[in-house]
């Protein structure tokens, strides 16, 4: 079946300008989580969606980042006025449990945007 | 607060060899789990293997397999007879609550 996609592949902004990242998870997974890499470094946890709410969001590092999940399927990744500092990889994962799963509970990534802003 | 400390930034390793990469943990949670991720070059995050804190085996999976030790809190990642499709970076997480915390990885490389 179709794992995790994530669109645009790469994108390259300005600075002060506004995207959106997108990720498609697996079918019929209720748990979708954002991380992010930077170069070098292990991915950080930004957020996790239970269905279509936000259950933990204690990652995203200040007011410019949001994400939404209207439908408990495709969630988009908000980026207000981009700084340098935002470039980096953003990785999207889905599970088939949540909330109350096990530890056994396997994420699966999709391939990633590559933000690069300028 | 969890922790993952991976120790070994890039190792080298000969085709057909074994190779472990070593991963320490550290958490307060009674119960938790414990991942390691291969990520090639393209970047995706490609799940390995998983150990729960309550196994009593420690965990395989084809040429994978993880040696458990929970006294000592790590988690390493055995690969046996190394191929040269290995050589990409490696990072051990860990999860206790819904989210997971990596280590800053490992970079393997295989030689023929």
């Known amino acids: 079946g179709a794992g995790v996609s994530q669109t645009p592949s790469n994108k390259v902004t300005e600075k002060g300008k506004y995207v959106e990242l997108r990720c498609d998870p697996i079918s019929g997974h209720t748990a979708l989580y954002w991380y992010r890499q930077s170069l070098g470094q292990g991915p950080e946890f930004l957020i996790y969606?239970?269905?279509?709410?936000?259950?933990?969001d204690s990652g995203l590092p200040n007011d410019r980042f949001f994400a939404v999940r209207p439908e408990g399927s495709v969630s988009t990744l908000k980026i207000q006025r981009t700084e340098r500092g935002d470039s980096a990889v953003y990785l999207c994962?889905?599970?088939?449990?949540?909330?109350?799963?096990?530890?056994?509970?396997?994420?699966?990534f999709g391939p990633g945007t590559r933000l690069l802003v300028l | 607060a969890q922790k993952i400390t991976q120790t070994q930034p890039g190792m080298f390793v000969q085709e057909k060899e074994a190779v472990t990469l070593d991963c320490t943990y550290d958490t307060s949670d009674p119960s938790y789990g414990l991942f390691w991720y291969k990520q090639p070059s393209s970047g995706e995050m490609i799940f390995l293997i998983y150990?729960?804190?309550?196994?009593?085996q420690n965990a395989t999976e084809g040429r994978y397999s993880l040696n458990f030790q929970k006294a000592r809190k790590s988690a390493n990642l055995v690969i046996s007879a190394s191929q040269l499709g290995d050589s990409a970076m490696y990072f051990c997480?860990?999860?206790?609550?819904?989210?997971?915390?990596f280590g800053q990885g490992t970079r393997l490389t295989i030689n023929p």
């Open positions: 994962a889905s599970s088939a449990l949540g909330r109350g799963g096990s530890n056994q509970e396997t994420q699966y």
């Open positions: 150990q729960g804190s309550y196994d009593q």
């Open positions: 969606f239970q269905g279509t709410g936000a259950a933990d």
């Open positions: 997480a860990m999860r206790g609550s819904q989210k997971l915390v």
